[in-house]
T-cell receptor, first 114, second 114 residues
Framework: DTGVSQDPRHKITKRGQNVTFRCDPI?????LYWYRQTLGQGPEFLTY????????KSRLLSDRFSAERPKGSFSTLEIQRTEQGDSAMYLC????????????FGPGTRLTVT | DQQVKQNSPSLSVQEGRISILNCDYT??????FLWYKKYPAEGPTFLIS?????DKNEDGRFTVFLNKSAKHLSLHIVPSQPGDSAVYFC?????????????FGKGTLLTVNP
């Protein structure tokens, strides 16, 4: 399977705990994106990497959130001191840098903060 | 402020008929538009896209129409099949300005009845 993969698929955590999600993009895609989706809404942009460089961050990405993409391959999204409002589906997507702008999404990580 | 709007939360059609999903946008900088399909508990799946230099793009049963002056696009599915039942998201971006993030609408739930 050469699609975007995300791990874990589901995460239940208690308020105040830290969580980390992983995304493996389609190989050779140099752009990687994180989005968040809550019930009844479309995905909302969080941050974007081109290779290992984080080029844009949304104002939705508070200082409790941090994302990395070491070596320009997989990426991690960490949420520190989780709050109930962080409960959402976290989606990762990737795209090639060759003039094609379609983004291909992974299955998402469902986070529930209790 | 919602820059991409899908004003119909739901649409129901009979199998074999045409489904028309609508989307409006407010940001005149958007120059690339995409439609995604999403099943529950899965990530969005890319369907079809259109650049602002075109007014129509067709791929099998799916056709996207773009009316730049009205800032409106639509997705036509013909003939509709029960397997098309899903939430459809309209998205827009501005790759011409090196802005690759997608801005999504809230989605339209399509139900195709046998």
């Amino acid at each position: 399977d050469t699609g975007v993969s995300q791990d874990p698929r589901h995460k239940i955590t208690k308020r105040g705990q830290n969580v980390t999600f992983r995304c493996d993009p389609i190989s050779e895609h140099n752009r990687l994106y994180w989005y968040r989706q809550t019930l009844g809404q479309g995905p909302e942009f969080l941050t974007y990497f081109q290779n290992e460089a984080q080029l844009e961050k949304s104002r939705l990405l508070s200082d409790r959130f941090s994302a990395e993409r070491p070596k320009g391959s997989f990426s991690t999204l960490e949420i520190q001191r989780t709050e109930q409002g962080d409960s959402a589906m976290y989606l990762c997507a990737s795209s090639s840098g060759t003039g094609l702008y379609e983004q291909y999404f992974g299955p998402g990580t469902r986070l529930t903060v209790t | 402020d919602q820059q991409v709007k899908q004003n119909s939360p739901s649409l129901s059609v009979q199998e074999g008929r045409i489904s028309i999903l609508n989307c409006d946008y407010t940001n005149s900088m958007f120059d690339y538009f995409l439609w995604y399909k999403k099943y529950p508990a899965e990530g969005p799946t890319f369907l079809i896209s259109i650049s602002s230099i075109k007014d129509k793009n067709e791929d099998g049963r799916f056709t996207v129409f773009l009316n730049k002056s009205a800032k409106h696009l639509s997705l036509h599915i013909v003939p509709s099949q029960p397997g098309d039942s899903a939430v459809y998201f309209c998205a827009a971006s501005h790759p011409g300005g090196s802005n690759y993030k997608l801005t999504f609408g809230k989605g339209t739930l399509l139900t195709v009845n046998p």
